[in-house]
């Protein structure tokens, strides 16, 4: 079972995922940034959320609001290896 660090960031990454003020193809990425994380707690797995997170906060085509809701989300992740 998950613990609460992963369902948190999952939860997060979930809400910007309904976000409708999220461009689509962001959107999409979030969507196989989730199904990694809930595939597996592996190691290779999180490096590679946190890197596809990262190219996410640094598109100008995300508003300012996401971008702060990814950093958190990568913190966290970070805070787990």
């Known amino acids: 079972m ?3 660090k992963m369902i948190s960031i999952i939860d997060i990454l979930a809400e910007m ?3 409708d003020t999220i461009p689509k193809n ?7 940034t989730i199904n990694c ?7 290779t797995i999180i490096d590679k959320a946190i890197q596809e997170l990262d190219c996410l906060a640094d598109d100008p ?3 300012v ?3 702060t809701q990814i950093w958190n989300a990568v913190s966290i992740l970070e805070s787990r290896q």
């Open 26 to 32: 962001m959107r999409v990425k979030i969507r196989g």
């Open 61 to 63: 085509g995300l508003p």
């Open 17 to 19: 995922e309904n976000d």
């Open 2 to 4: 998950k613990n609460e």
């Open 37 to 43: 994380l809930e595939q597996s707690n592996d190691c």
């Open 65 to 67: 609001y996401a971008k």
